[in-house]
């Protein structure tokens, strides 16, 4: 009886370790994807208004997103910034190559999805929530009370992205106020965008937010 309950703990541990050393595998493997190989030339021709420069921080930004991706396993993450799903849609153009970037930032292909074609009328609002939480955690930024925008939160209006996704701050101001447009950063969920998962969906809870498209198996 012992030695069968040192056998389980052990497989256990086993189990454990595997799973962390996994973890730790993939985010190495998406931290050091050569993206700008083969999108910078792609990206200036579908945007030619970025610079070489405002293009590698978009490309920083779509390693961001394929990070959270990573982190909420099979739960949806949705696209915070509309330049970034720019990058990704022209990834996705490299079929080979984004089936093995899946495979092994993922271990599954992580589809696009437009937002009409999501299970749920919550599915974008439960998205956007878990990207904030996630892009939160992953600059180290307070999200009940943040002191300044994740990367992917802060892309398109720092590059003033003509029909981008805006995000601010000061929830007057996203309600109405100064600038009188934006999505009020303190209280999300509210943003438009793309999503990427390959599970079920599931609600983190809080008020509903604007559409946009997602990803799935």
């Keep these: 009886m012992i030695k069968l309950f040192i056998i389980g703990a052990l497989a256990i541990i086993a189990t454990l370790l595997w799973r962390n050393w996994s973890r730790q595998r993939r985010a190495a493997y998406i931290n050091a994807y050569p993206f700008k190989g083969f999108l910078d030339k792609r990206l200036a021709e579908r945007r030619p208004e970025l610079t070489a420069e405002q293009r590698s921080e978009v490309l920083l930004g779509l390693r961001d997103y394929f990070q959270l991706c990573r982190m909420a396993g099979k739960r949806m993450v949705a696209m915070p910034s509309q330049v970034v799903d720019d990058a990704w849609h022209e990834f996705i153009l490299f079929t080979r190559q984004y089936d093995k970037f899946c495979q092994h930032g993922f271990g599954r292909f992580l589809h696009h999805t437009p937002a009409e074609a999501m299970r749920s009328p919550t599915d974008a609002t439960d998205g956007i929530r878990r990207a904030w939480r996630l892009a939160c ?3 180290k930024i307070n999200p009940k009370k943040p002191d300044r925008l994740p990367r992917l939160f802060a892309m398109d209006a720092m590059l003033m992205i003509a029909g981008g996704f805006i995000y601010q701050l000061d929830c007057m101001a996203a309600s109405g106020g100064a600038s009188g447009t934006g999505f009020c950063a303190s209280h999300i969920g509210c943003s438009g965008g793309c999503s990427g998962d390959s599970g ?15 990803g799935g198996d």
């Design 200 to 214: 079920s969906a599931d609600s983190d809870g809080g008020s509903s937010c604007g559409g946009g498209c997602g």
């Design 137 to 139: 955690a992953l600059e």
